[in-house]
């Protein structure tokens, strides 16, 4: 299984940002992709998830009405929106994906399978 992140940057407060997660190799038709976010310093937080089957979503309180994430399921990518940025959203972002959790509130306290290799967001003036 191969996970890559891509669209991070360098974005003003209340900017937008659409990161990319392209997954490939899966062996079953469900997996669930999260998107995680670790910042200088500080412990690495759940932010959201999607499912390859019913395309079940969950979002953390942090990021829930700015944040949105979605499949196409056809280039076998996710995606995930990010609007009204704020200046504590600045973290590497990474993209995991498990074929065997399940997107809800407790998806975040699993050790994901795949992991991508991180991409910047940084939002500053």
């Not at 953390?60 to 056809?74: H, L, P, Q, W, Y």
Request: glycine share 12%; hydrophobic share 30%; with cysteine.
């Amino acid at each position: 299984v191969q996970v890559v992140e891509s669209g991070g940057g360098l974005v003003q407060p209340g900017g937008s940002l659409r990161l990319s997660c392209a997954a490939s190799g899966f062996t079953r038709n469900y997996y669930v992709i999260g998107w995680f976010r670790q910042a200088p310093g500080k412990e690495r937080e759940g932010v959201s998830c999607i499912s390859s089957s019913d395309g079940s979503t969950y979002y953390a309180d942090s990021v829930k009405g700015r944040f949105t994430i979605s499949r196409d399921n056809a280039k076998n990518t996710v995606y995930l929106q990010m609007n009204s940025l704020k200046p504590e959203d600045t973290a590497v972002y990474y993209c995991a994906a498990d074929p065997w959790v399940l997107c809800y509130s407790g998806s975040f306290k699993y050790e994901y399978d795949y992991w991508g290799q991180g991409t910047q967001v940084t939002v500053s003036s």
